[in-house]
């Protein structure tokens, strides 16, 4: 059974920081890019920052990059967004996402989502 479980938002103030994880199991951790998605009331869900299933690469949204950084523990299952800087826009529910692309056959996988709210 696949599971994609988000830890660690909450309430920040301004400039502050988060540590978000995403705990997961049942499918092959090492072969699938990770991401982190947001989706702030009233808008789409966007994509906050990717990393390539062999970790060499990442990319992130212009409005996160500098802030922002995406890291992957093989060995814990664990893909993880460390969050500095953050600014009340930041404010949005944070999903984990798995994705790869095998024998023509799109594998996509999601977490529930985690709370982040910015606020003084």
């Known amino acids: 059974q696949v599971q994609l479980v988000e830890s660690g938002g909450g309430l920040v103030q301004p400039g502050g920081s988060l540590r978000l994880s995403c705990a997961t199991s049942g499918f092959s951790f090492e072969s699938y890019a990770k991401s982190w998605y947001r989706q702030a009331p009233g808008k789409e869900r966007e994509l906050v920052a990717r990393i390539t299933s062999a970790g060499g690469i990442s990319n992130y949204a212009d409005s996160v990059k500098g802030r922002f950084t995406i890291s992957r523990d093989n060995a814990k299952n664990t893909v993880y967004l460390q969050m500095n800087s953050l600014k009340p826009e930041d404010t949005a529910v944070y999903y984990c996402?798995?994705?790869?692309?095998?024998?023509?056959?799109?594998?996509?996988?999601w977490g529930q989502g985690t709370q982040v709210t910015v606020s003084s």
């Open positions: 996402n798995a994705r790869r692309t095998f024998r023509g056959r799109e594998y996509d996988y």
